[in-house]
């Protein structure tokens, strides 16, 4: 079994940056993937961005494209996930997730393993 804990999460103005960061603990051998979702009040969840290890790439969602940097710390066992220049549409409960394969890194299906969630909100 695999445990996620996230952090980081808080109140910032709008322009603002926050990073948040999973922590990963238990039977992490066999990860392949890790990924961070998003949802805010009255949505489903969405795909934010995905980090594969075997194949060493990142995936963002359009709307966070060059505003959002995910990352590994292999020494640290975390994930995390740097964002600037929010907006109050960033606003929402952020999820981290892991995956024991590689499948579509933007499919909440891939992830075998969730976080409880952190929550950012930004205000104008």
């Known amino acids: 079994q695999v445990q996620l804990v996230e952090s980081g999460g808080g109140m910032v103005q709008a322009g603002g940056s926050l990073q948040l960061s999973c922590l990963f603990s238990g039977n992490t051998f066999d990860i392949q993937a890790a990924a961070w979702f998003r949802q805010a009040p009255g949505k489903e969840r969405e795909f934010v961005a995905a980090m594969l290890w075997k194949f060493r790439t990142t995936h963002y969602a359009d709307f966070v494209k060059g505003r959002f940097t995910i990352s590994r710390n292999n020494a640290k066992n975390t994930v995390s996930l740097q964002m600037t220049r929010l907006t109050p549409e960033d606003t929402a409960v952020y999820f981290c997730?892991?995956?024991?394969?590689?499948?579509?890194?933007?499919?909440?299906?891939?992830?075998?393993?969730w976080g409880q969630g952190t929550q950012v909100t930004v205000s104008s």
């Open positions: 997730a892991a995956s024991r394969g590689v499948g579509l890194p933007s499919s909440p299906t891939t992830y075998h393993y």
